[in-house]
C-alpha cells in the first residue's frame, strides 16, 4: 500500500478481555515501531523491530503486552486482560533502516477503548 | 530526566509572528533530530529533520541544534493558522535507532 495501515481503527473493549492490533507497514520498510499516545500526552515508545533482529522491547508496560512482526511485514501488538488504562491511540510507524535522518512514516492509528 | 524534554505550555502567537519552540535531551550519544505536526486526531506527519549543528531552514521553519547543550529548537515564521497544532520533538540515537519522543508542544496561531 502507500502508507502505513493499521486496523481496526476503532477498538471498544471490555475489561479483561484480550485485544489484537495490526500494523501493514510501507512495503520495503524494515524498521516498524509501535506507539502508545494517551490524550494529551506524547508518544511513548512501545517497542521496536528492525529486519530480523532481536526486537527492542524496552517500552513495553507490562508482561500483558507483546508484540511479533512475521515475515518481515506486517506486526501485530496483543494486549491480554485489558484494562481502563490501556486505553489509548497506538501508533504505528515504519521507516527504511538507516542510521540517519531516515523519517518514520507513521499510521492512522487505532483507538482503543476498555470499558 | 526523560529522554526528550519539551516543557513549555501552551504557545500562543498572532498571524504573522514568529513561533518558537525548544526541545531538550539526555542522551550525548543522540545524533538525529525530527520534529514533527500532529493536528489534533490525526498522525504525526514530519516537517523537518536535522543531525549537524547550526541552522537548517526550509520555507518558513527552521531547526537549530545545538549538540554541545543538547537541545533542538524550532522557528516557524510568518505563522498561519493553519499551523496551530501540536509539535513533537524526536530523537534517534546510532545505538539502538530508536526513536524517542517528547511530550508535544500546543501552538495557537491567533488571526
Known amino acids: 500500500g502507500a502508507g502505513v495501515s493499521q486496523s481496526p481503527s476503532n477498538k471498544v473493549t471490555e475489561k479483561g478481555k484480550d485485544v489484537e492490533l495490526r500494523c501493514d507497514p510501507i512495503?520495503?520498510?524494515?524498521?516498524l515501531y509501535w506507539y502508545r499516545q494517551s490524550l494529551g500526552q506524547g508518544l511513548e515508545f512501545l517497542i521496536y523491530?528492525?529486519?530480523?533482529?532481536?526486537?527492542?522491547k524496552s517500552g513495553l508496560p507490562s508482561d500483558r503486552f507483546s508484540a511479533e512482526r512475521t515475515g518481515g511485514s506486517v506486526s501485530t501488538l496483543t494486549i491480554q486482560r485489558t484494562q481502563q488504562e490501556d486505553s489509548a491511540v497506538y501508533l504505528c510507524?515504519?521507516?527504511?533502516?538507516?542510521?540517519?535522518?531516515?523519517?518514520?512514516?507513521f499510521g492512522q492509528g487505532t483507538r482503543l477503548t476498555v470499558v | 530526566q526523560k529522554e526528550v524534554e519539551q516543557n513549555s505550555g501552551p504557545l500562543s502567537v498572532p498571524e504573522g509572528a514568529i513561533a518558537s519552540l525548544n526541545c531538550t535531551y539526555s542522551?550525548?550519544?543522540?545524533?538525529?533530530f525530527f520534529w514533527y505536526r500532529q493536528y489534533s486526531g490525526k498522525s504525526p506527519e514530519l516537517i523537518m529533520f536535522?543531525?549537524?549543528?547550526g541552522d537548517k531552514e526550509d520555507g518558513r521553519f527552521t531547526a537549530q541544534l545545538n549538540k554541545a547543550s543538547q537541545y533542538v529548537s524550532l522557528l516557524i515564521r510568518d505563522s498561519q493558522p493553519s499551523d496551530s497544532a501540536t509539535y513533537l520533538c524526536?530523537?534517534?540515537?546510532?545505538?539502538?535507532?530508536?526513536?524517542?519522543f517528547g511530550k508535544g508542544n500546543q501552538v495557537v496561531v491567533i488571526p
Open positions: 510507524a515504519s521507516s527504511l533502516f538507516d542510521y540517519g535522518a531516515t523519517e518514520a512514516f
Open positions: 512495503s520495503g520498510h524494515t524498521a
Open positions: 523491530f528492525q529486519g530480523n533482529s532481536a526486537p527492542d
Open positions: 542522551d550525548r550519544g543522540s545524533q538525529s
Open positions: 536535522i543531525y549537524s549543528n
Open positions: 524526536a530523537v534517534r540515537d546510532y545505538g539502538n535507532n530508536r526513536l524517542a
